[in-house]
């Protein structure tokens, strides 16, 4: 979704949503256009573009809820089409301090059946932000060994932004993924790292990001996803009130 996925400082967990929630009641609408969708370090187009948007609502009290929708694509003929989210939470903040609680759901194609949910914190001291999200449901069975229960998958992030006169926002960005979800959702074999930098002025955006997956996790990086490679995203949004 736009807070946590193509947020200037980075795939974007977080930051965004304390700044949206903040402002009084207000509904906003966001359009974008990338020539990947990347999440937390791994394509979900096949490297392919994607056209995204979504709509939130802020009250001045800190709640917040919005919907935000992209296309996906994980491989050639598959049942994933689309992801449609859903969220919620409270958010603000006391000086430099700012907090973000929330839950997300991921909604695809039926027949994937393959949604999933999340609970999320996040703290902020200045332009440094932490966020955990932890798995709160999943849709699919367990396999053999696999644990898809509450708290069972985890993703922390840390992100850093720096604001220059120019306008221009750096993002720094690392994230550590892991749980046997996490594994079976990204075709993985175990927990990984993704890192980037995203350079962003005027809603257009140059992400720079990476992982440390190896060749050993053969679903993950197809010649398709080469998700063991740097990718290098474009993108435009343009946010508007409703």
Known sequence: MKFNKTLVTLAVVG???SSQAV???SLSGNVSVTNNYIWRGLTQTMNEAAVQGGIDYASDSGFYAGTWASNVKYEESDAYSYEHDVYFGFAG???????DVGYLYYNYDENAGYDFGEVYG???YGSFSATLSVLANAEPDEGPGEDFGFGQATYLSLDYGIALESGTEIGLHLGHHQGDFAESFNGVTDAYIDYGVTIAKDGFAFMISGTDLDDN????NTPERDNDSIKYTVSYSVDFEL
């Open 217 to 220: 996790d053969d679903f993950a």
């Open 15 to 17: 930051s965004c949503l």
């Open 93 to 99: 903040e006391a000086g430099d301090i700012s907090y």
């Open 23 to 25: 402002l009084a009641d």
């Open 122 to 124: 996040s703290i902020g």
